[in-house]
């Protein structure tokens, strides 16, 4: 499955972005979906994952209450809406898939390129 994400910008602190990962192929109801992120000198970070129906998710910390993922397998999309954002938040995103239940980087099976978010304050 080759993934695609877009949505990303420059948006003040508190406001909101919504980004999409667009799924090639039809296999996309077998994957896991997640999203990371890298900020300049960071490791890359998991942020929130989603299950292959979609009514199981699971966050991150430190984007609980203040992010929501969710997917249509009918369209092959992955959704991240972003609300209350913070300078913090400030990142590359990269969507990715993977067959096992697992939240580690190295546990991907595909990623796609990222999307720039940028908060300023």
Not at 28 to 41: D, E, K, L
Not at 44 to 72: H, L, M, N, Q
């Amino acid at each position: 499955v080759q993934l695609q994400a877009s949505g990303g910008g420059l948006v003040q602190a508190g406001g909101s972005l919504r980004l999409t990962c667009a799924a090639s192929g039809r296999t996309f109801s077998i994957y896991y979906m997640a999203w990371f992120r890298q900020a300049p000198g960071k490791e890359r970070e998991f942020v929130v994952a989603i299950s292959r129906s979609g009514r199981a998710t699971y966050y991150g910390d430190s984007v609980k209450s203040r992010f929501t993922i969710s997917r249509g397998n009918a369209e092959n999309t992955v959704f991240l809406q972003m609300n209350s954002l913070k300078p913090e938040d400030t990142a590359l995103y990269y969507c990715a898939a993977t067959r096992a239940i697992t939240i580690q980087v190295d546990g991907m099976d595909h990623w796609g390129k990222g999307t720039q978010v940028t908060v300023s304050s």
